[in-house]
């Protein structure tokens, strides 16, 4: 069954890029059935979607942090990532990679997860 | 301030049952847009639980059910067990913010 989990820097000063990395084992990311995203949980509160890619490349941000992120997906390397610009301490969070099935369109749900990746902003 | 609204927390003793709401509107739920939860176990990552708004996954227990109408809709669990405690969250999609949201999760603490 496909397995997803998060790498990257975990703590970053103010005004810093984030980076993180999503790599996709026991399946292939290069599957027209899936959309692959990035979500995040800022401690003790709730779900924030930020966004999602397809194999092909396209994408699309949640339109609150749009200025900010950039996904990317390298086939190649079975992994997608994440590049959060210009951080600040509200983007303290556990980030998560999910799985999408295309099948249903907007009515879609997220699974599996990744089992996240706490990043912390603080000078 | 999430787009769904769900209560902060509910509570029950082992053996009884809770209900957890989802409320959205008219550019969400109401818009006829399916909704999915989630629970989270203390420091783990959401698991799906129920999809499309009365589904379960193969592995889910039919203690957990789900249902859905207009702008609202429920999670229900049955038989409570002390291992249900856990956070749980609605999801679905909004048509004015373009993307999927998420209600603001529900602690579930049995008794």
């Known amino acids: 069954q496909v397995q997803l989990q998060e790498s990257g820097p975990r703590l970053l000063k103010p005004s810093q890029t984030l980076s993180l990395t999503c790599t996709v084992s026991g399946g292939s990311i290069n599957n027209n059935n899936y959309y692959w995203n990035w979500i995040r949980q800022p401690a003790g509160k709730g779900l924030e979607w930020i966004g999602r890619i397809y194999f092909s490349g396209s994408i699309i941000y949640n339109p609150s942090l749009e200025s900010r992120v950039s996904i990317s997906v390298d086939t190649s390397k079975n992994q997608f990532s994440l590049r959060l610009t210009s951080v600040t301490a509200a983007d303290t969070a556990v980030y998560y990679c999910?799985?999408?099935?295309?099948?249903?369109?907007?009515?879609?749900?997220?699974?599996?997860w990744g089992q996240g990746t706490l990043v912390t902003v603080s000078s | 301030q999430s787009v769904l609204t769900q209560p902060p927390s509910v509570s029950g003793a082992p053996g009884q049952r809770v209900t957890i709401s989802c409320t959205g509107s008219s550019s969400n739920t109401g818009a006829g847009y399916d909704v999915h939860w989630y629970q989270q176990l203390p420091g783990t990552a959401p698991k799906l639980l129920i999809y499309?708004?009365?589904n379960r996954p193969s592995g889910v227990p039919d203690r957990f059910s789900g249902s859905k109408s207009g702008t609202s809709a429920s999670l229900t669990i049955t038989g409570l067990q002390a291992d249900d405690e856990a956070d749980y969250y609605c999801q679905s999609y909004d048509t004015l913010l373009r993307g999927w949201v998420f209600g603001g999760g529900t602690k579930l603490t049995v008794l």
């Open positions: 499309t708004n009365t």
């Open positions: 999910a799985r999408v099935n295309v099948g249903a369109g907007k009515n879609n749900w997220f699974d599996p």
